[in-house]
């Protein structure tokens, strides 16, 4: 193998598992906070993407409007969710949770697929960031270097929203104890709305980042990345926000490099990050970085 | 207020409950009728999923030619459509129902030779005569006595492929192929053999890659593709995928032909790989330009009508919708009853029968005998003629 085609690889594998880290954190935040695992994360982030070619296409807006717009419906979408499919099952067990939360995924898929037809939508052509450079013989688009950089800057984001902030104080105290903090007089609704507000816009943004690379939109688009940066999410240590960024380019970056260096086996892809899932919960089931959580007796 | 809510909530359940019922009523309704002045034929397609695309162009065709012939045996035809979406397991439910539950006495389908493989036995046991339209896999129809086809195959669809890439002055190749998909592996296997075998050399297919089911992401096989420098790419794939490998292929700079097999022949792929879609090559069964027959002459002229601008070209997949229903219609006026033993056999009898795709005789496999295809490419955002390929 030349040292180009290395460097492309390693290029492919940072783009794609800073896409997987970009969703991971929406997954890894509701997770923190509630301890429920958001089964319509990924169907979120496929309506954003069908949001975006509804503006840019139906709509002809400019791509700078239809992403400020595309944020707000997803936003929006999030919350909904939570108040119809979560709020209601605040106190009750939560497997009841769960299963609501797989429900919603399976409403979403099948509203989108009644909707819009399985006939897959081009994502809109974002020029800027589908024209592709060439740096040293390897090819990118400027999507692909974009990415990482965006991922950054939100993980920096995130970060910063729950160490130093107000309502971050209030969101770790709500992951700590549930019962406790509302004792305390912290408005539990209000901080998770503000996580799911978070989490749905990370997805809208993973969406159009998603959909310039992956321009066919489908409904079930968003099946196959949620289940994977669930696992990023759970390799990194759910509910760890770093860990989950970590977890998915060590996710992107495996399944990448499978295909460059044992390319016999390029369709055992997806069966690399299952594999990895099956032995983080074997061996190492808090993940990377996850903290050791004591049961409260 | 919560009460209030699981109030309308169980009231919404309980009157959906009613109206499932309500359903379940008219269907046996129907058919107890249908005995007398209905002949219900199935219609088993992908609507959804990732052949959804090509699942609906067929359905259209068929719906077509259930507007142009509504009747056989002096009653009426009511097409019984059910969504296999794309998936094995869905297709052997939906085939079960339309026997079990809707009793059609004939079924057409499926694109996707996948679903129509896993169908095929509950097919064949519960003898009801099956007409695919554009499943192109050999196994659809070996060894059941009740699936038909009416289009080409995948060996000679195969060889038809490797054999343009050769004249194109192609010496080595490079195949991606979808893991588990019968359609694609099928058709890939089938080219690679046809191409080792017209270049004479073994290596000439220089990378045979893999990918699953809803994959997005071809940048590490497309990468290693490049590093090998094929003259040409072999991409057998849905609608859905198609677009994904071409833009990313023409992203990471590889500038050789891409070619696909029949499904690409779909305006979605146009549409999603943009500029990047000019200069595929793809074959096909049919070109609404040169219609071989009288019947295809009319079907041009009024699905140009039917369609009114909603696709650009005449969809081949249409078009051998059309035939498997009229196909299939045929067989059933020439039986006499709709039983399904009797269709076969007046499937089997069929002799140089006028189709939109040409003259179908079958073989004793139940294949239509056809040995033409048609090779398209993409000019200026349409699907354009290349040429007629003929493999005796």
Redesign the interface.
Known sequence: ??L??FL??LA??I??GSLYSLIAIGYTMVYGILRLINFAHGDIFMMAAYFMVFGMVNFSLPWYISIIIVLIATIALGVLLERVAYK?LRDAPRMSIMISAIGASFLLENLA?YLF???????P?ITFL?N?V?IAGV?L?VATIITPVVTIVCLFLVLFITNKTKIGMAMRAVSKDFETARLMGIKINRVISTTFIIGSSLAAVGAVL?GS????I????G???GLKCFIAAVLGGIGNTTGAVLGGFILGMA??ML??FL?AL??Y??AIAFIILIVVLLVKPTGLLGEKVTDKV | MKRLLSLALSATMVISLFTGCTKQEQAPATSTSGDSDVIKIGVFEPLTGENGGGGLQELDGIKYANKMYPEVLGKKVELVVVDNKSDKGEATTAVTRLIEKEGVVAIIGSYGSGVSIAAGDIIKNAKIPAMGASCTNPMVTQGNDFYFRACFLDPFQGEVMANYAIQQGAKTAAVIMQNGDDYSVGLGNFFINSFKKLTGNDASVVDISEFQVNDTDFNAILTNIKAKNPDVIFAPSSATTAPLIIKQARALGITCPIMGGDTWENPAVVEVAGADAEGIVLSTFFDENDPATEEAKSFVEGYKKELAGKEPIIPAVAALGYDAYILMLDAIERAGSTDGVAIRDALNATKDFEGVTGVINFTPEGDADKNIAVIKTVKGGQFVYIDSVEVK
Do not use: A
């Open positions: 193998m030349t180009e085609t492309q690889q492919n594998g783009s794609l209601p697929t037809t399985g006939v897959p939508k081009g994502f052509d589908t592709s060439t090819s688009s998603w690379k992956y321009p066919s489908i409904p079930l688009m099946v196959m990345p399944e990448i295909v460059t390319p390029t369709g892809r997806d």
